[in-house]
């Protein structure tokens, strides 16, 4: 059975990417958005689908490598895969 989406997943796909913050993307929290932060300096949701355009194959282990678990990591893949494939 599939998992129906969170509201933060809806909210993050259905509209444009304009000036969102990081923590917009699904799966990212306050701790892992201060390590975007701290690692690579970013703050919005657009830096971070920089990253997955540049290798969405990766940017799980790129998540992980900035403190995210398992379930951040899927969030924040499914949510980048699933904007892409409504709005690019």
Known sequence: MAET?????MNFVSSPMG???VTAVPGVGPVLAGNLKVKNNITTARQLL????IDPANFQN??????????SQ?????GMK???DSHI
């Open 19 to 21: 000036c969102k913050p």
């Open 62 to 71: 790129f998540i992980m490598g900035h403190g995210g678990n398992a379930k």
């Open 5 to 9: 989406p969170s509201q933060v997943h």
């Open 50 to 53: 920089g990253w997955y355009l």
């Open 82 to 84: 699933d904007f892409t």
């Open 74 to 78: 899927g969030d924040a893949c499914k």
